[in-house]
């Protein structure tokens, strides 16, 4: 394949600097902000958003991280059944503003999983998206609150995201 650098190590800490202001600027009652993220890329994503506007706010945020593995539509079309692992959320979401984090956002339907895996662990003020990467493509009406990057791609096209936490470097890439 193909695979064209999209953003560095710098490019991702800018947008999630970015996305972090937004957030503070979106949310005035920080106290009941709490971040979730997919895993697995976007519970590392979560936890740096979480750090960040720690940084500007001076104060720490509850994160955890959801398997959305069995709440996927998707079960029955593959051939071997995925590894499932336990969503840890060690907060109770009721009444939180939670801010959903994952690192690309395509058809939706991860999202919309995530959203039932969620209702698992109480009743939500509301439910805030922030993703690194938009690349279009929807099948669901599910839209980003925050987004790191737009980038419009064909349906041929894939997105690989790596991150420090689990690929030991930073980037994005677009494989043809």
Do not use: W
């Not at 959320?89 to 690309?104: A, E, H, S």
Request: net charge negative; charged share 30%.
């Amino acid at each position: 394949m193909n695979a064209t650098p999209i953003m560095d190590a710098t490019a991702i800490e800018r947008a999630l600097a970015r996305m972090a202001h937004e957030i503070v600027e979106g949310n005035p009652q920080t106290d009941a902000l709490v971040f979730v993220g997919l895993r697995t890329h976007g519970a590392p994503l979560a936890r740096r958003l979480a750090a960040k506007i720690g940084e500007i706010l001076g104060s720490e945020f509850p994160t955890g991280e959801l398997d959305i593995t069995m709440h996927r539509d998707d079960l029955d079309l593959r051939e071997t059944p995925p590894a499932v692992g336990p969503s840890h959320i060690p907060f109770d979401v009721t009444d939180k503003t939670v801010v959903l984090v994952d690192d690309v956002l395509y058809t939706g339907r991860s999202i919309r999983a995530a959203m039932d895996e969620l209702s698992d662990f109480g009743r939500p003020k509301c439910i805030r998206l922030a993703v690194l990467v938009d690349r279009g493509h929807r099948e669901l009406p599910i839209r980003p609150d925050y987004v790191g990057k737009n980038l419009p791609t064909s349906m041929t096209e894939r997105i690989r995201v790596s991150l420090t936490e689990i690929a030991g470097k930073d980037e994005v890439v677009i494989e043809k």
